[in-house]
């Protein structure tokens, strides 16, 4: 059997050995793109040349290792023998390689200095898992350094390892690569680690031994040694205040293991909640936040119009909402409670009383975000109060429009004129038919009016639609289609689907109304995770396709498309979107402005999808 040729090149990098394989096979790649991560690594380790995802359980560590293929040699005691194309007969046997590697390779020790013994669970060629970011291959602005890209080359060895506890867990180990004869690393590494489920750092580079004390009553309180290997997310509890037009909201996030102290939960270590057991959860937290931490808006007492809740995890791409089909295990499960409390304008002044403290948490992070920023703060016992205060001189309330029809179809009637020119006229007929004095006074009535028709033309000029066009021009329909998605996106601000088709109302014709409002709520009115409506930020590359006019009255339908740039925040990350859009409108003049008589939504993509 003759095996790819680009595994027999590294016969020259592995000496005597030379690896080979019998197949290639392609994996399903996880991508984290911008839109679905709110946390952007910067270390570059998650696309290093060698990756290791490490999981505590509680019969021992499991490790998932890609392993570059130009650094196979680094790991070359888990390679099997079978993959050998040469005589391999003097190669010590799997065991004896195993441990070699267990005390040389990469190794989990021990407080003592033991290494734990490792297995190989699976071990194939595959081609690496996407890591990739927003920033990954970008260049830093402030510091021109390059953020790290993963090898051109994507093929890797595909290993499971499993080190065994043998029925004595230990409260610390010490994680380490690779390392050459001078004691420097043998292969770059970068890693992750969980514990039971739990994220316990983000991803780093395993430069050398890393020791980890393990929390067995709970992971969330497992932590590395050396303070730059921690995850993102560090409090259990955070609270964050979004003042934004039309609505203040006060969020909560929340460890479910945390809410025990106030809903007496009874939960244990590694309990999973079913989906019957999730919707309880989330119906008691959201009241019990509801009743808790009073809010005072300019100076009032005011309680939420309404609240909802999600519960999520913190992964290496941040916050993920759980599908309610899922069961979660709650040593990783946080409760993100979202309470609304609309509000027409910016308030001058806010404050939350935070009345949630415990034995565990006896310091709340708050973050107050409007549009000038986040401003960082927190609560304590001794000092409890959240407060925000409007300090925005420059800020503009949007607000909706009429969009006046204007342009090509209409023109101005100077209509004072025009009344002048008439009696202008009927003098001149009566001074033709007239004799003496009579002809006098007539030609001096057409003198009079002739003066004030010249005069009185720039003044009282009325509109009129010109009876012979049924449509604007291409630019005049753009424009007005234009005005009227900035106006749609103002009504998408409301907190509530009435409110929203209250706003719409003045947009559309009493015969479509209902049915546009409904396709604006279904297609353009962009969700986000944890509920709520994206605000639009930009519209792009608007055009009109298929313009026609009207057969009865003034307007048009065309095929419009155009692009939004939307962004929304929950729980103290944004979620941004890039959504692509087209649409069949029909637009229709009504009382002097335009308004849209038909919308249908034909398609809402993301770009490249």
């Given at each position: 059997?003759?095996w790819?040729?680009w595994?027999?090149?590294l016969?020259e990098?592995?000496?005597?050995?030379?690896?080979v394989?019998?197949a290639?096979?392609?994996?399903?790649?996880?991508?984290?793109?911008?839109?679905?991560?709110?946390?952007?690594?910067?270390?570059?380790?998650?696309?290093?040349?060698?990756?290791?995802?490490?999981r505590?359980?509680?019969?021992?560590i499991?490790?998932?290792?890609?392993?570059y293929?130009?650094?196979?040699?680094?790991?070359?005691?888990?390679?099997?023998?079978?993959?050998?194309?040469?005589?391999?007969?003097?190669?010590?046997?799997?065991?004896?390689?195993?441990?070699?590697?267990?005390?040389?390779?990469?190794?989990?020790?021990?407080?003592?200095?033991t290494a734990?013994?490792?297995?190989?669970?699976?071990?194939?060629?595959?081609?690496?898992?996407?890591r990739?970011?927003?920033?990954?291959?970008?260049?830093?602005p402030?510091?021109?350094?390059?953020?790290?890209?993963?090898?051109?080359?994507?093929?890797?060895v595909?290993?499971?390892?499993?080190?065994?506890?043998?029925?004595?867990?230990?409260?610390?180990?010490?994680i380490?690569?690779?390392?050459?004869?001078d004691?420097t690393?043998?292969?770059?590494?970068?890693f992750?680690?969980?514990?039971r489920?739990?994220?316990?750092?983000?991803f780093?580079?395993?430069?050398?031994?890393?020791r980890?004390?393990?929390?067995?009553?709970?992971?969330?309180?497992?932590?590395?040694?050396?303070?730059?290997?921690?995850r993102?997310h560090?409090s259990?509890?955070?609270t964050?205040?979004?003042?934004?037009?039309?609505?203040?909201?006060?969020?909560?996030?929340?460890r479910?293991?945390?809410?025990?102290d106030?809903?007496d939960?009874?939960?244990?270590?590694?309990?999973h909640?079913?989906?019957?057991?999730?919707?309880k959860?989330?119906?008691?937290?959201?009241?019990l936040?509801?009743?808790?931490?009073?809010?005072?808006?300019?100076?009032?007492?005011t309680?939420?119009?309404s609240?909802?809740?999600?519960?999520?995890?913190?992964?290496?791409?941040?916050?993920?909402?759980?599908?309610d089909t899922?069961?979660?295990?709650?040593?990783?499960?946080?409760?993100g409670?979202?309470?609304?409390?609309?509000?027409?304008?910016?308030?001058?002044?806010?404050?939350?009383?935070?009345?949630?403290f415990?034995?565990?948490?006896?310091s709340?992070?708050?973050?107050?975000?409007?549009a000038?920023?986040?401003?960082?703060?927190?609560?304590?016992?001794?000092?409890?109060?959240?407060?925000?205060?409007?300090?925005?001189?420059?800020?503009?309330?949007?607000?909706?429009?009429?969009v006046p029809?204007?342009?090509?179809g209409?023109?101005?009637?100077?209509?004072?004129?025009?009344?002048?020119?008439?009696?202008a006229?009927g003098?001149?007929v009566?001074?033709?038919?007239?004799?003496?004095?009579?002809?006098?006074?007539?030609?001096?009535?057409?003198?009079?009016?002739?003066?004030?028709a010249?005069?009185?033309?720039?003044?009282?000029?009325?509109?009129?639609?010109?009876?012979?066009?049924h449509?604007p021009?291409?630019?005049?329909?753009?424009?007005?289609f234009a005005?009227?998605?900035?106006?749609?996106n103002?009504?998408?601000?409301?907190?509530?689907?009435?409110?929203?088709?209250?706003?719409?109302?003045?947009?559309?014709?009493?015969?479509?109304r209902?049915?546009?409002?409904?396709?604006v709520?279904?297609?353009?009115?962009?969700?986000?995770?944890?509920?709520?409506v994206?605000?639009?930020?930009?519209?792009?590359?608007?055009?009109?396709?298929?313009?026609?006019p009207?057969?009865?009255?003034f307007?048009f339908?065309a095929?419009?498309?155009?692009?939004v740039r939307?962004?929304?925040?929950?729980?103290?990350?944004?979620?941004?979107?890039?959504?692509?859009?087209?649409?069949?409108?029909?637009?229709?003049?009504?009382?002097?402005?335009?308004?849209?008589?038909?919308?249908?939504?034909?398609?809402?993509?993301?770009?490249?999808a």
């Amino acid at each position: 059997m003759k095996w790819p040729a680009w595994w027999c090149r590294l016969r020259e990098t592995l000496g005597h050995v030379s690896l080979v394989l019998g197949a290639f096979l392609v994996v399903t790649s996880l991508t984290l793109t911008p839109s679905s991560a709110d946390y952007l690594p910067l270390s570059g380790a998650e696309v290093a040349n060698n990756v290791a995802e490490i999981r505590i359980q509680n019969d021992g560590i499991h490790i998932q290792l890609e392993i570059y293929v130009g650094d196979a040699q680094e790991f070359a005691e888990l390679i099997p023998d079978e993959w050998f194309e040469t005589d391999v007969t003097d190669r010590p046997d799997k065991d004896e390689r195993l441990v070699v590697f267990a005390e040389k390779g990469l190794t989990v020790r021990r407080e003592d200095g033991t290494a734990l013994p490792v297995r190989i669970s699976r071990i194939e060629p595959l081609t690496r898992i996407d890591r990739t970011t927003a920033l990954t291959g970008q260049r830093d602005p402030m510091t021109g350094r390059e953020f790290p890209k993963p090898p051109d080359d994507p093929r890797v060895v595909f290993a499971e390892l499993f080190y065994d506890f043998e029925d004595n867990r230990p409260d610390v180990v010490e994680i380490a690569p690779p390392t050459n004869p001078d004691g420097t690393p043998g292969a770059t590494i970068g890693f992750v680690t969980f514990d039971r489920g739990v994220p316990v750092a983000n991803f780093a580079y395993l430069s050398g031994p890393a020791r980890l004390k393990i929390d067995w009553s709970d992971p969330w309180y497992s932590r590395f040694a050396n303070p730059n290997l921690r995850r993102h997310h560090q409090s259990g509890l955070t609270t964050y205040l979004y003042v934004e037009p039309r609505e203040l909201r006060h969020e909560t996030l929340i460890r479910v293991r945390d809410l025990d102290d106030w809903l007496d939960l009874g939960l244990s270590p590694g309990q999973h909640l079913s989906s019957s057991d999730q919707q309880k959860l989330k119906s008691n937290a959201s009241e019990l936040l509801a009743r808790r931490n009073s809010v005072l808006i300019d100076g009032e007492p005011t309680a939420p119009a309404s609240y909802r809740a999600e519960l999520l995890t913190i992964t290496t791409a941040g916050l993920q909402v759980v599908e309610d089909t899922n069961t979660i295990n709650v040593d990783e499960a946080f409760l993100g409670v979202i309470l609304s409390f609309p509000w027409r304008d910016l308030p001058e002044s806010v404050s939350v009383h935070w009345d949630m403290f415990s034995d565990n948490i006896t310091s709340v992070p708050t973050t107050a975000i409007d549009a000038a920023g986040p401003f960082l703060g927190g609560a304590t016992p001794d000092d409890p109060n959240i407060k925000w205060r409007n300090h925005l001189l420059k800020y503009e309330d949007p607000v909706i429009a009429p969009v006046p029809v204007a342009g090509a179809g209409r023109f101005p009637l100077p209509v004072l004129s025009l009344i002048a020119s008439a009696i202008a006229l009927g003098g001149g007929v009566i001074a033709l038919r007239s004799r003496g004095s009579a002809r006098k006074v007539a030609v001096g009535m057409v003198f009079v009016s002739i003066t004030g028709a010249v005069l009185l033309w720039d003044v009282a000029k009325v509109d009129v639609r010109n009876p012979m066009q049924h449509g604007p021009e291409p630019a005049d329909a753009t424009a007005a289609f234009a005005a009227l998605l900035r106006n749609i996106n103002t009504a998408n601000l409301e907190g509530s689907r009435e409110d929203r088709d209250t706003a719409l109302a003045s947009l559309t014709t009493s015969s479509s109304r209902s049915d546009v409002a409904a396709e604006v709520n279904r297609a353009l009115a962009l969700r986000v995770p944890g509920g709520g409506v994206a605000r639009v930020t930009d519209v792009s590359e608007l055009m009109l396709e298929e313009l026609s006019p009207l057969e009865n009255g003034f307007g048009f339908r065309a095929l419009a498309a155009w692009t939004v740039r939307a962004h929304a925040g929950h729980w103290g990350h944004t979620h941004r979107r890039l959504v692509e859009h087209r649409a069949l409108v029909e637009i229709v003049e009504e009382d002097g402005n335009w308004k849209l008589d038909g919308l249908t939504v034909i398609e809402a993509r993301l770009p490249d999808a």
